[in-house]
């Protein structure tokens, strides 16, 4: 594969941004080992935005022969609170429902979870001895400014009345990057912030700099897409992305890996979708990403009476889209469309979740989220 195809398998859907393209260009030309990281908060079920978007991209990379890395955040996510702030449960839950969902959801989407390392943080932590150190080196250099602007990464807002570890928090996500040797590190655009502000102190991590050719490098930032709320009002503020966003915290908002397919059906029946309206469209985002990230063997059907203009056939998201906000397609066949074809493409983990490991996986995970409520 030469460094074109390997450039385009990382700008594919869901990519939104690189940061840079030309810098990653450049470090695929090298012929190096390049290494990626993406890191998790371990805070409950797993929802189409981390198991398919997410693992979607780490498919990509490892298709351009990129080493995949998931960092399982416990100890991030014991600092958010996250699971009742229970590190005992965040830890058993990494390791068990939280890895293992992923790493059935990589190979369903044609990867190879053998060769994806899963990596606790509290075992990194332990691993590089210089870890807190480089914490602790990082904050006397970085501003205060600097970290408030980058707590969105954590769904905060900063106040008065912030705790103090919203503020380590950002400082290890950055160090994070570095401690595993990062060339390109992954997150949602909601993850901006804080990865531009790790690019851009490079030259400040001194106890453990990145590397590539022998010379010390920025890393490479690859921000994928996020799901919009099935739950849109569209009165939502365009720069809060937490309250647009697809959320596990808000289950009506989001699929689950595991929900059926009536719930799935029920869910979609229910979403935002106004008619002729493209941007943030939920129904319409989920056509894109169950329906068109691959070339079609065969055509996207709107089926409708004949007096309502006939089954219409789509062979491209960009068709379907200019005809929707021409109102072409009424919202109500435009999700009927979208039902089939997420039910077909969800269908893998419905059958991994209703028996075996993926049964048992489940059913621990809600007796642990139980304790912690």
């Known amino acids: ?10 700008l594919k859907y869901p990519t939104e941004e690189v940061i840079t393209i030309e810098d990653l260009r450049s470090y695929f030309e090298t012929g190096d080992q390049l290494k990626h990281y993406i890191g998790f908060e371990i805070s409950g079920y797993i929802h189409i935005g981390t198991g398919v978007v997410s693992m979607y991209k780490v498919v990509d990379l490892q298709r351009a022969g990129v080493k995949v890395t998931i960092l399982l955040a416990d100890l991030h996510s014991w600092l958010n609170h996250k699971l009742g702030g229970d590190l005992e449960v965040i830890r058993k839950v990494a ?21 994806v390392d899963f990596i606790l943080a509290s ?3 332990e691993d590089k001895h210089d870890y807190w150190v480089q914490v602790l080196d990082l904050a006397r250099q970085v501003s205060l400014s600097d970290i408030r602007h980058s707590l969105t990464i954590m769904g905060r807002v900063f106040t008065n009345t912030a705790k103090m570890s919203w503020l380590i928090y950002p400082l290890m996500q950055i160090v994070d990057v570095y401690a595993l040797g990062t060339h390109i590190a992954h997150g949602g655009v909601d993850q901006r912030k804080v990865y531009v502000l790790a690019r851009e ?13 022998g010379r010390v490098i920025k890393p490479v930032i690859l921000l994928h897409h996020l799901l919009p709320s099935l739950a849109m009002t569209g ?23 595991h929900d059926s397919p009536s719930e799935i059906s029920e869910k979609i029946k229910n979403a935002y979708c106004p008619p002729k309206v493209t941007e943030n469209n939920p129904v319409l985002e989920l056509a894109r990403l169950f329906s068109f990230r691959e070339p079609r063997k065969e055509p996207f059907l709107i089926k409708r009476p004949s007096e309502y203009g006939g089954t219409a056939e789509y062979w491209a998201f960009e068709e379907l889209t200019r005809d929707y906000s021409q109102g072409k397609v009424h919202p109500l066949d435009l999700k009927n469309a979208v039902i089939e074809e997420a039910v077909r493409f969800m269908e893998p983990y419905w059958k991994w979740f209703s028996t075996g490991d993926g049964a048992r996986l489940l059913s621990e995970m809600g007796s642990l989220v139980k304790i912690t409520r």
């Open 1 to 10: 594969m030469d460094v074109e195809d390997k450039v385009n398998l990382a």
């Open 95 to 115: 390791v068990t429902y939280f890895k293992e969902t992923l790493r059935r959801s990589i190979g369903i989407l044609g990867g190879d979870p053998d060769a």
């Open 123 to 125: 075992q990194l932590v």
């Open 201 to 213: 102190v490079y030259d400040k991590i001194k106890l453990m700099p990145l590397t590539l050719g």
């Open 235 to 257: 009165k939502e503020s365009k720069l809060d992305l937490s309250e647009a966003k697809m959320s596990k915290s808000r289950p009506e908002t989001a699929i689950f890996l």
